[in-house]
């Protein structure tokens, strides 16, 4: 893919979103554009009951191609704890979350879900290939979640696996636990 696909495909998709009632779109697709095999991209949607949907994308020139694909990826949505100057929600790694896939600090796609800790690699998760999910997937499932009342593992058909056989993460600090909100955690299979 080459960044005017990417604009193309943002596009196509952006013009059959129809977003909820409740939803708007706070920051339009933005590019930071270095060339046409690096750029960075951002899209935020926020929820009237100060919920937030981010998605940031980062594509680079893959070596001997003349192509880029997507090196970092970052889709949360949670709670909108603080903002910015320009209005626009801020995320720090201790703040809630009630789902979170990433691969922003170089140690491969992870699902955080519920809370900012433990992060799940693939391993733990079942059903969902963490890397390789779409931004518009990303997007119509939370929108599915927010209109069906539906937990976000049943819209988005994954499923963790039992504690012994994900990766060990860090424990969660105490007060960032308590600051988490009540979300469904999927049944482990």
């Not at 952006?14 to 899209?43: H, I, K, N, V």
């Not at 001997?64 to 209005?87: C, K, P, Q, T, W």
Request: proline residues 8%; charged residues 25%.
């Amino acid at each position: 893919m080459d960044f005017l696909q990417h604009k193309k495909l943002v596009s196509d998709n952006r013009a059959r979103l129809g977003l909820p009632e409740d939803c708007t779109e706070a920051l339009e697709p933005e590019y930071q554009f270095t060339t046409r095999y690096f750029w960075t991209f951002r899209w935020v949607f926020t929820f009237r009951d100060r919920k937030y949907l981010q998605l940031r994308e980062h594509y680079t020139k893959k070596a001997g191609l003349m192509h880029s694909e997507r090196s970092l990826m970052a889709f949360h949505y949670g709670a909108i704890v603080s903002e910015g100057a320009d209005g626009l929600p801020t995320y720090r790694p201790d703040d809630p979350v009630d789902i979170r896939i990433d691969n922003v600090h170089g140690t491969g796609a992870h699902l955080h879900y519920g809370t900012p800790q433990p992060h799940h690699y693939q391993e733990s998760v079942k059903d969902l290939d963490l890397a390789g999910l779409e931004m518009i997937t990303f997007i119509k499932a939370i929108f599915r979640h927010r209109k069906s009342s539906r937990p976000i593992h049943d819209v988005l058909h994954f499923r963790l696996r039992p504690p012994e056989a994900a990766a060990p993460a860090p424990a969660a600090a105490p007060e960032a636990a308590a600051a988490a909100p009540e979300v469904q955690r999927p049944p482990e299979t």
